[in-house]
């Protein structure tokens, strides 16, 4: 399975666009990479999934590089509410198993 | 819809303790997942189930069992309970009916100590 690093942790302004980086260089054709965050301590929440395209919700975009060996969430326009640990996660599509690492600790500041 | 629901949010255990925590979801997902999430740390997968009478083991089983006879509650049993189970646990579903729609929704978490 394809392993994800993210950086420990990251501050942005109130307002500015968050940018979280996510490397995923031994990810496969088939793997899609997935975002969740953890808002303290509640459970996981859904926030976005891409294979090769760009991706937009109504809650972020998802840029995934032509290599597909990285990655960047972003959050256009972040609030307070937004500061929580951002999980990039690379799913197999031949299972279910998210293998969950660390995360970005993400601190939106006034 | 009330989403995943799970009860009890707190337990604290005496060592050699048994108890279910339980999770309920009432959007006909098929696939439900039990994590356990220790302090500054990432979920790991204990137990999956992909539909009512078949459950799989995750990455960290031992110590726990789990049950599937309906599709909506999947509860996780701890037997002898030990101080290495003091984690909180989240239980999760999803709908996967193809890979664009594997998001997992999760509850709010039971928070367990033992002691």
């Known amino acids: 399975d394809a392993k994800t690093t993210q950086p420990t942790s990251m501050d942005c302004a109130e307002g500015r666009a968050a940018n979280l980086p996510c490397n995923h260089s031994?990810?496969?054709?088939?793997?899609?990479v997935y975002w969740y965050r953890q808002i303290h301590s509640q459970g996981p929440q859904y926030i976005i999934h891409?294979?090769?395209?760009?991706e937009t919700n109504e809650m972020a975009s998802l840029i995934i590089t032509e290599d597909r060996k990285s990655s960047t969430l972003i959050l256009p326009h972040a609030t307070l509410r937004d500061t929580a640990v951002y999980y990039c996660?690379?799913?197999?599509?031949?299972?279910?198993?998210?293998?969950w690492g660390a995360g970005t600790k993400l601190i939106i500041k006034p | 819809n009330a989403g995943v629901t799970q009860t009890p949010k707190f337990r604290i255990l005496k060592i050699g303790q048994s108890m279910t925590l339980q999770c309920t979801q009432d959007?006909?997902?098929?696939?439900m997942y039990w994590y356990r999430q220790d302090p500054g740390m990432g979920l790991k997968l204990i137990y999956y189930?992909?539909?009512?009478?078949?459950?799989d083991k995750g990455e960290v089983p031992n110590g726990y069992n789990v049950s599937r006879s309906t599709t909506e509650d999947f509860p996780l049993r701890l037997e002898l309970a030990a101080p290495s189970q003091t984690s909180v646990y989240f239980c999760?579903?999803?709908?996967?009916?193809?890979?664009?729609?594997?998001?997992?929704?999760f509850g709010p978490g039971t928070r367990l100590t033992v002691l």
């Open positions: 996660i690379v799913m197999p599509w031949s299972n279910y198993q998210l293998i």
């Open positions: 189930s992909v539909g009512a009478g078949i459950t």
């Open positions: 031994t990810i496969s054709g088939n793997e899609y």
């Open positions: 959007m006909n997902h098929n696939y």
């Open positions: 891409g294979l090769k395209n760009n």
């Open positions: 999760a579903s999803s709908f996967n009916r193809d890979l664009r729609e594997r998001e997992q929704f």
